[in-house]
């Protein structure tokens, strides 16, 4: 079998194999100091990608490690893998959002030091059993502390919110304009279905099948619904690749060089554990920009910058609050090249030292890499 060779700038004095994510899974074995990451699977829901799981795993298996880890969720195929081999090796779970971190860190060459990290993407188990998917956390490679995530939204009908992302923009209109905002006249609320929509405002009041979830992956879907005026999408992030598309079309000169097209508003709101980001008035000047008949381009161009304001702002925030200056960016919603070049952009102005991927993905391939060294740590597996 072929696998990826990573550096790992630490020895380990017993081998940890981690099991990875749902999608886009890799397993990955960590010894002396060397990790080895399997091809990545697409969806290990698939029998032929799960098969191709089970043959990285058993073949690691071999080797045997000295502890198991995996992610938190327990309906990824990869956890329930894991928990059916603890009668034989010892376990340990890993916050997705803090994987993710770890294998940038990791990848980085960083010591066990704290960074600011942003982990963004579509959803990943919380600590506190909750959705997360917009996560500014604080951590080494041990251990870490959630400082500032994205206002919760509920995806009503759960996966069909990804299928149907005019169920995330409506949510967010609702909460700004109450059922005001079936009279908008904008493309996408022309188009809603009155009768389906008071069905799931049903759930919505309830919470009926709507988890919470604090998502980028998700903020980014309702945007590009609401601005692109789309009510599905085929696959997952479709509506946001096209979002991204559209904003790098972006004609306007003076916004290209970043002097007239400003950001759009938003909020952030501190509370006795951190800060929680409040993107409604976003979708309030979206709004507004659409009715105006302001050009799609430019609006996808100013929600990108807008997002990663939020980034420089709360990580300047996070900077005086803790003393640290040195961001980790990792999530699939940084496989967003506009995004990250504005991110990039602002962050490097304001002299933060940026830490990105460099041998991995942004999205979940990478995480198995964060849940082995996580694992090294917590086990104290060091020499």
Sequence with gaps: MEFKKIRVPFKVKEPVLALGAHVK???????????????????????????????????????????????????????????????????????????HIVSCMAENNLRNEKVIGVAFDGTGLGLD????????????????????????????????AIREPWRLAACWLYQIYKERFL???????????????????????????????????????????????KLRADFEAELAVELEKTGVRCQVPACQAGRSCVSYNF????????????????????????????????IAY?????????????????????????????????????LLSLVLDLLYKEDFVILQHKQLPNNDASLSFGQAVTAAFRTKLLV
């Design 25 to 99: 899974n890799t397993v990955c074995f960590v010894e002396d100091n060397a990790a080895f990451l399997s091809s990545p699977q697409g969806n290990l829901d698939n029998l032929k990608d799960f098969l191709g799981f089970e043959r990285a795993v058993k073949y690691f298996l071999k080797k045997s490690p000295a502890v198991i880890s995996y992610d938190l969720h327990p309906e990824y195929q990869s956890s329930k893998y894991a928990v059916a081999l603890s009668d034989h090796y010892p376990l340990l779970a890993v916050q997705h959002h803090h994987a």
């Design 129 to 160: 059993n909750r959705l997360w998917g917009a996560e500014f956390l604080i951590c080494d490679y041990g251990k870490f502390i959630r400082k500032a995530y994205l206002k919760e939204i509920p995806l009503l009908g759960q996966e069909m």
């Design 302 to 338: 100013r929600f990108h910058l807008t997002i990663a304001e939020m980034i420089k702002k709360t990580c300047i925030i996070l900077r005086k609050d803790t003393k640290i200056n040195k961001v980790a960016l990792s999530g699939g919603v940084f496989q967003n090249n506009l």
């Design 183 to 229: 009279n908008l006249q904008i493309s996408l609320v022309k188009k809603i279905d009155r009768r389906k929509w008071q069905v799931l405002r049903k759930m919505y009041l309830g919470g009926i099948n709507s988890s919470l979830a604090s998502s980028m992956g998700r903020l980014f879907d309702a945007a590009s619904s609401l601005i692109l005026g």
């Design 267 to 298: 909020k952030i709101a501190k509370n006795k554990n951190g800060y929680i980001l409040d993107p409604r008035p976003i979708f309030k000047q979206i709004v507004d920009d659409l009715k105006a008949k302001e050009p799609r381009e430019k």
